[in-house]
């Protein structure tokens, strides 16, 4: 091994940085979109493009107030500029994770060091969980790039050796990501990181501190990013800001009207499975921000509070999904390198056992895993389980090979150190990603895609009825190009429903009197069906001929008119 440290050659770096974006940005299109937010947000932007309206959001054609419109807008536009697909999609999200990391390094740099800087790129882009959701098209990633901007502008503009020009343009930057942050997902864009920064001056004593957030500045910059949007569609929709403000806020954190509740222990299988292949350094990095005693700004504890905080807030609230944590990731990528820059050797060999014992697991119990997972369930995803083993367990022998390899090699003094931090983070790095490729298949399957050439043989026309009976596709419209027909089933458009609900049928009976209409008249209509609903169709002996079928969905057309 190379005695000098990775972190002083420039060409390493730089290799790695190259190699780095290549794989990140590839695999934004390797994958099929996934319901139900990849689905969702792809059609919700591809509607805003058609339709031309970038005011009032819509999924399927109905009113939908649940998000801001911050993705829906890049999504589109990427649409506009590249053509619908997969990668342009996905393309914001990666992009907000890219955000991420960057933000990190320029913050590590300027904050603590140039060697902390670049460690906290390493742990941030290779943590499990901020390479997996960089390459989601959900909310949670766009949210999270965001307050990653706002964090690091805070950390930018507080530090003791800020000049009045700097901390001036950086906390303008803390309240534009502020902004960003709130347009992407609603009101916790800044009323989190205005509790973070209310603790920590509780806990610090630091008063001074709000006599340097440039107020006044701060927040007409935030209105002037999110005012207009607010405005603009509760002028055309009068009903919006209850359902927005009320419902998907009050209502959401205090009760489980949206049925996602969980334990208060919820996320912290997320948060440890999130973090890897730095578990081992986890506890450590947290108690830098608690053993944080420097005079003036304390940047390790304003991390601590971001990090413990955001993890309480969403642990207590009445709604709970597996990304809305990873706000928190920036955070701790800092407060790992800073313990990484301050640990010995002993602790860098005992995460990389600890990081190679996971793939040792992984190789040994998942084929008895799979083994298990597959008795009872339908023929059709035997396959789906067998074919996907083959990718963890390559995940899992990356893991094992590189914890054993950052072991071997972080006993060689400094340098070793280094070189094992970066083989740390090139393994959990492509070991993510090859789990994630690995997934594709369960994804088309879920995603239904298989369907999708013996669905468009039936498109006659760009009017062709296709009815959605007990069930909503979320990826299905996006790939067809064509909204779907709701039948008995609002899913999570009901609100939007009462507000037109001459855009769907509400009741089974009435959806056999149009579907027998459309036969006696002649025409084509199609039905994506529920299977019970299916089988109750056969009884009642409606006219119908399957045109695929899978466990979790038939699709129907009307029989073909003879001549």
């Not at 914001?92 to 300027?110: D, K, P, Y």
């Not at 009815?467 to 779907?484: C, D, I, S, T």
């Not at 027909?485 to 609900?501: S, T, Y």
Request: net charge positive.
């Amino acid at each position: 091994m190379n005695a000098r440290s990775p972190f002083e050659s420039t060409r390493t770096l730089w290799v790695l940085s190259i190699g780095f974006l290549v794989v990140w940005l590839v695999m934004l299109g390797t994958r099929t979109l996934v319901p139900t937010d990849e689905g969702r947000y792809a059609e919700m932007a591809r509607e805003m493009l058609a339709s031309g309206d970038w005011i009032t959001l819509r999924l399927n054609g109905i009113k939908y107030f649940e998000k801001p419109p911050l993705q829906n807008w890049m999504n589109a536009l990427t649409f506009a500029v590249f053509g619908l697909g997969d990668w342009q999609a996905r393309l914001w999200t990666g992009l907000c994770g890219l955000i991420g990391v960057a933000s990190v390094v320029f913050t590590g740099m300027r904050v603590f060091s140039r060697r902390i800087g670049i460690m906290a790129g390493l742990v941030l882009a290779s943590s499990f969980y901020w390479a997996g959701m960089g390459h989601v098209n959900s909310l949670d990633m766009g949210l999270s790039g965001m307050m990653a901007i706002c964090m690091c502008g805070l950390l930018l503009g507080q530090r003791n050796d800020a000049s009045e020009r700097e901390q001036r343009n950086f906390m303008l930057l803390c309240w534009a990501g502020m902004a960003l942050a709130t347009l992407s997902k609603g009101l916790i864009g800044f009323v989190l990181p205005g509790a973070v920064l209310v603790i920590y001056t509780l806990l610090t004593r630091d008063w001074k501190l709000w006599t340097r957030l440039h107020f006044w500045k701060g927040l007409a910059l935030f209105l002037i990013i999110t005012a207009p949007w607010f405005i603009l569609i509760a002028l055309r929709n009068p009903e919006h800001p209850h359902f927005f403000f009320i419902h998907e806020h009050f209502d959401r954190f205090t009760s489980g009207v949206h049925k996602r509740g969980g334990a208060w222990y919820y996320f912290f299988p997320f948060l440890l499975l999130g973090i890897v292949p730095w578990l081992g350094l986890l506890l450590q990095g947290l108690w830098a921000g608690v053993s944080e005693k420097s005079r003036g700004f304390q940047p390790l504890k304003l991390l601590l509070i971001w990090s413990v905080f955001f993890f309480f807030f969403f642990s207590i609230s009445g709604s709970k999904l597996p990304g809305y944590i990873l706000p928190i990731f920036p955070a701790l990528a800092l407060l790992i390198a800073v313990a990484i820059e301050n640990s010995t050797v002993r602790h860098i060999r005992l995460a990389a056992i600890l990081f190679a014992a996971i793939g040792l697991t992984g190789l040994l119990g998942l084929p008895s895993l799979v083994t298990k997972l597959v008795q009872n369930k339908p023929a059709i995803e035997v396959p789906l389980y067998q074919h996907y083993l083959p990718w963890l367990l390559a995940a899992s022998g990356l893991t094992l090979a590189g914890g054993l390899a950052a072991w071997r090699v972080a006993a060689s003094r400094q340098a070793g150190k280094d070189w094992a931090v970066v083989l740390l983070a090139l393994s959990g790095f492509l070991a993510g990603q090859i789990a994630f490729l690995g997934h594709d298949p369960w994804g088309k399957y879920i995603a239904g895609t298989a369907h999708i050439p013996a669905i468009q043989a039936e498109l006659k026309n760009p009017d062709t009825p296709v009815y959605a009976v007990g069930r909503y596709e979320q990826a299905l419209p996006f790939y067809l190009q064509h909204q779907l027909i709701l039948v008995e089933f609002p899913d999570e458009m009901e609100f939007g429903l009462q507000q037109q609900p001459e855009l769907w049928i509400p009741k089974r009976e009435d959806f056999v009197t149009r579907w027998l209409k459309h036969q006696q008249n002649g025409e084509t209509a199609m039905a994506i069906l529920r299977t019970d609903i299916y089988h109750d169709f056969q009884n009642q002996h409606l006219p119908m001929r399957v045109i695929g079928e899978d466990p979790k969905r038939v699709i129907i057309a009307l029989p073909a008119v003879t001549q």
